[in-house]
C-alpha cells in the first residue's frame, strides 16, 4: 500500500527542547517536501527536497532544518522549538512529472508550551 | 496578493443542493492544477485532477478558466458525507512548486 508515514502523531514539548519529527514514504518519490497548517493560513510550505541530498527552503524555513539522506526519508528537526511553532506538520511526497498527485502522511500536531 | 485565493467559507447547504466553488491563482504560467479534499484534522487527499478541458468524476465537476485565472469545482446532489474543507492547489512548471489555497469549507445539513 502506498503511504506517507509520520511519526510522532502529537507531541507536546517545552521551548528548546530540541525534536525530530520522522517521514517515510514507499513509492520511491523523488519530491519531499514539509507543510505546516495554521488556522486562516492554510497549508504552508517548509522546506522540500527534490532528491537524496538535495533541499531547499520553502516559504516559512526559519526555525527549521530537514536532511534527505536516504530516498525514502525526509525528517523535519527543531533545534530549538519555540510556541509559535504549534502547528498541525504534514509530509508529502510525489513523484517527479508535475501533473502527479501528493501524498501525505497523516499529520503530526506540535504544541509548544 | 496571495497566490492561489479560495473565499474560506462556510458554505452550509442542505442535503441534495448543487454548490460551486471558485479559485483565483496569481501566475500564469501554472501548469498543474488539483483539487483535494480535507476532513477535520486528517491529511488531505486528491479528489480530482483539473484538466484545460474540464473534466468531471461523478457527482464533481472541475473546470479550469486559463483567461481569467480560476478554476471551479461543482459537487451535483450533495450528500453528508461531501461535507469537508476543498483545497484549491495549483502547481508551477515543476513538481517542485505546488501552492495551496487555504480552503473552503462546506457542511452539509440533512
Known amino acids: 500500500e502506498a503511504q506517507v508515514t509520520q511519526n510522532p502523531r502529537y507531541l507536546i514539548t517545552v521551548t528548546g527542547k530540541k525534536l525530530t519529527v520522522t517521514c517515510s514514504q514507499n513509492?520511491?518519490?523523488?519530491?519531499m517536501s514539509w507543510y505546516r497548517q495554521d488556522p486562516g493560513l492554510g497549508l504552508r510550505q517548509i522546506y522540500y527536497?527534490?532528491?537524496?541530498?538535495?533541499?531547499d527552503k520553502g516559504d516559512v524555513p526559519e526555525g527549521y532544518k530537514v536532511s534527505r539522506k536516504e530516498k525514502r526519508n525526509f525528517p523535519l528537526i527543531l533545534e530549538s522549538p519555540s510556541p509559535n511553532q504549534t502547528s498541525l506538520y504534514f509530509c508529502?511526497?510525489?513523484?517527479?512529472?508535475?501533473?502527479?498527485?501528493?501524498?501525505f502522511g497523516q499529520g503530526t500536531r506540535l504544541t509548544v508550551v | 496578493r496571495k497566490e492561489v485565493e479560495q473565499d474560506p467559507g462556510p458554505f452550509n447547504v442542505p442535503e441534495g443542493a448543487t454548490v460551486a466553488f471558485n479559485c483565483t491563482y496569481s501566475n500564469s504560467a501554472s501548469q498543474s492544477f488539483f483539487w483535494y479534499r480535507q476532513d477535520c484534522r486528517k491529511e488531505p487527499k486528491l479528489l480530482m485532477s483539473?484538466?484545460?478541458s474540464g473534466n468531471e468524476d461523478g457527482r464533481f465537476t472541475a473546470q479550469l478558466n486559463r483567461a481569467s485565472q480560476y478554476i471551479s469545482l461543482l459537487i451535483r446532489d450533495s450528500k453528508l458525507s461531501d461535507s469537508a474543507t476543498y483545497l484549491c492547489?495549483?502547481?508551477?512548471?515543476?513538481?517542485?512548486?505546488?501552492?495551496f489555497g487555504s480552503g473552503t469549507r462546506l457542511s452539509i445539513r440533512p
Open positions: 513509492m520511491n518519490h523523488e519530491y
Open positions: 527536497s527534490m532528491n537524496v541530498e538535495v533541499t
Open positions: 508529502a511526497s510525489r513523484g517527479f512529472l508535475m501533473n502527479t498527485e501528493a501524498f
Open positions: 483539473v484538466y484545460s
Open positions: 492547489v495549483v502547481g508551477g512548471s515543476s513538481a517542485s512548486k505546488i501552492i
